[in-house]
């Protein structure tokens, strides 16, 4: 069942798969309590609902014995233009990915009710998951043997770095599982150094100063203290990425026709951008991860790196 189930999931082409038994992440648990007592994840206060559950898969869906983890690369062939507003690389497909990679975790369960039957699933409950409920996916995935997750948060792959989507599918059978791979960051820190509101520290993210969270989570307004040093990014942030030597080293772009770039967003230059109108936001970006910002929060950002640009232009004369 291993076996078929990892290679069933290649052949559906996801770019890597994993399986960890399920059981209870007791030092994510106590991590997570003192992050989330600290108030590291700012407005984002469904983090703090179901804890028991985020920490326990066998309590989110009982039964749960196995955990399947897939990866499907989303590194684009293309950049954007030099002065254009920085959209993360994770939301350049024409599709949201959610919607990508649920299709794809369907047809893997499909395939394995049908070798292996039906009882493999808890029918009474979700029990597949893409970013939608109280699940830990990276743990899950440095378990299933993927990779580790490195000082940036982030799951670092073998062979692929961390540009990547994360499924999970929970079975309620046992079966063979991937050992974990050993953390391979060593003493670097360029993540760390190069994060320009210092989110990072420790082994930790503090979602309050993220890039990446000010520019998409957060319903209010970008304190004054960051607004100078988003860096460009106007929807997310891939600067820790970008630094690692890992992702310098594994990533190439993706070959998912599926992930097919937005391409207004690899041709649009800052004028472009500055006059989009909300019926065009919604023509472009009704079906791209985009969307869930909004038009005006999006706006909102892109007016606001351009008004620190000016002022620092003044600031040297």
Same mark, same amino acid.
């Given at each position: ?41 700012g407005?984002?206060?469904?983090l ?8 326990? @898969? ?13 990866l ?15 959209i ?19 047809? !893997?369960?499909?395939?394995?009710r ?19 409920a @109280? ?15 490195g ?15 994360i ?7 046992e079966?063979?599982?991937?050992? @974990?791979?050993?953390e ?24 309050r ?8 989570e ?8 960051f ?17 690692c030597?890992?992702?310098k080293?594994w990533?190439? @772009? ?43 929060? !999006? ?14 232009? !003044?600031?040297?004369?």
């Open positions: 069942m291993h076996n078929f189930i990892k290679k069933t999931a290649l052949s559906l082409g996801f770019d890597a798969c994993g399986i960890a038994r399920a059981e209870e992440l007791t030092e994510d648990k106590t991590f997570l309590k003192l992050w989330l007592d600290d108030g590291k994840h407005e984002m206060k469904y703090a609902r179901n804890f028991e559950k985020r920490t326990d @898969p066998r309590l989110l869906v009982p039964g749960c014995k196995s955990v399947v983890v897939v499907m690369n989303y590194f684009p062939e293309k950049k954007q233009p030099a002065n254009a507003p920085i993360a690389r994770y939301a350049y497909s024409e599709i949201d990915y959610h919607t990508i990679m649920k299709s794809k975790l369907n047809k !893997l369960e499909t395939e394995i049908q070798d292996y039957g039906a009882s493999c699933f808890n029918d009474d409950c979700q029990h597949l998951f893409v970013d939608s @109280p699940v830990l996916e990276r743990r899950w995935a440095q378990r299933a043997g993927l990779g580790w997750i000082k940036h948060t982030q799951l670092i792959a073998s062979e692929i770095g961390s540009y990547y989507f499924g999970i599918l929970m079975l309620n059978t079966t063979e599982y991937d050992k @974990p791979v050993v391979r960051c060593g003493s670097c820190r360029r993540c760390i150094d190069a994060c320009p509101t210092r989110a990072l520290e420790n082994g930790s993210l503090d979602a100063r993220c890039i990446s969270y000010l520019t998409i957060s319903k209010n307004d970008i304190p004054e203290e607004q100078d040093k988003l860096s460009g990014c106007v929807w997310g942030c891939d600067i820790c990425a970008e630094v030597p890992w992702n080293k990533s190439v @772009p993706n070959s998912h026709q599926e992930l097919n770039t937005v391409g207004q967003i690899t041709e649009w230059k800052k004028e472009n951008w500055a006059q989009m109108n909300e019926t065009e936001f919604n023509r472009i970006f009704g079906k791209s991860a985009i969307k869930r910002a909004g038009f005006r929060k !999006l706006m909102k950002n892109i007016e606001m790196i351009e008004k620190t640009i000016s002022i620092v232009r !003044l600031c040297i004369k």
